[in-house]
């Protein structure tokens, strides 16, 4: 199986910077995925991660190192509504499911 | 194109009961796969279907189960529900997401809300 591994909760300041970092343990995955989860609404899909490297979505941005087995997700001048949950995600090569990470916590603060 | 739907939104339930929770994808998108949200544990995979076939499964009981219909609308099942089964279901669709190099974008449902008491 996997194991992606997170930090719990992350606190930053209102147009600052705030990388969410996700470590892995894998035998295989097809890539790295970055969820968003705002308190009682679904998770959304934010950035997907194929190949190695860095790949940009307007304010965010995710990174992915498969020889390091670690990835991350970059928030940019953040906003109040980027108060929310992410999840680092993959789906492994052998069993074809999905993994989600532990999930961090993200509190924006004025 | 109108999003992933679940219904209920809420439901209670007492130990040893049986519940069946519904997911209608969006139109188009043939895979859908069915997760458990806790507070403890966070999002668990439970199964997948495409075309109307277990594609995947999650490391839980055979007590949770699920199948799908032609028009892709899934469905799944609890039986003999324990206190522990509280939490939020959620359903996810995709195109169909297995290829390598794929963008493995999920969408997802507002989920159903189960209580066990």
Same mark, same amino acid.
């Given at each position: 199986g996997q194991s992606l591994e997170q930090p719990s909760e992350v606190t930053a300041v209102e147009g600052a910077i705030v990388q969410i970092n996700c470590t892995y343990q894998t035998s295989g995955f097809y890539g790295l995925s970055w969820y968003q989860q705002h308190d009682g609404g679904a998770p959304t899909?934010?950035?997907?991660?194929?190949?190695d490297g860095l790949e940009e979505t307007g304010r965010f941005s995710s990174f992915l190192s498969r020889s390091d087995s670690y990835g991350y997700l970059?928030?940019?001048?953040?906003?109040?509504?980027?108060? #929310?949950?992410?999840?680092? #995600?993959?789906?492994?090569q052998s069993g074809n499911q999905f993994y989600f990470g532990t999930g961090t916590s993200l509190t924006v603060i004025p | 194109k109108a999003g992933v739907t679940q219904t209920p939104r809420y439901l209670i339930k007492t @130990? *040893?009961?049986?519940?069946?929770?519904? =997911? $209608? +994808?969006?139109?188009?998108? @043939? $895979?859908v796969s069915?997760?458990?949200?806790? +507070? *403890?544990? *966070?999002?668990? /995979?439970? !199964?997948?279907? /495409?075309s109307e076939t277990q594609r995947n499964k999650g490391n839980f009981p055979g007590r949770f189960?699920? @199948?799908? !219909? $032609?028009?892709? @609308?899934?469905?799944?099942n609890v039986s003999t529900l324990e206190l522990g089964d509280s939490a939020l279901y959620? =359903?996810?669709?995709?195109?169909?997401?297995?290829?390598? *190099?794929v963008n493995n974008e999920q969408f997802f449902g507002p989920g159903t809300r189960l209580t066990v008491l």
């Open positions: 899909f934010l950035s997907y991660n194929a190949l970059l928030l940019q001048e953040l906003q109040m509504k980027d108060s #929310a949950s992410y999840f680092c #995600a993959v789906r492994d | @130990r *040893g009961q049986q519940v069946t929770l519904s =997911c $209608s +994808p969006i139109s188009g998108h @043939r $895979s069915w997760y458990q949200q806790t +507070p *403890g544990q *966070g999002l668990q /995979f439970l !199964f997948e279907y /495409f189960s699920g @199948r799908q !219909f $032609s028009n892709s @609308r899934s469905e799944m959620l =359903c996810a669709s995709s195109l169909d997401g297995s290829l390598a *190099g």
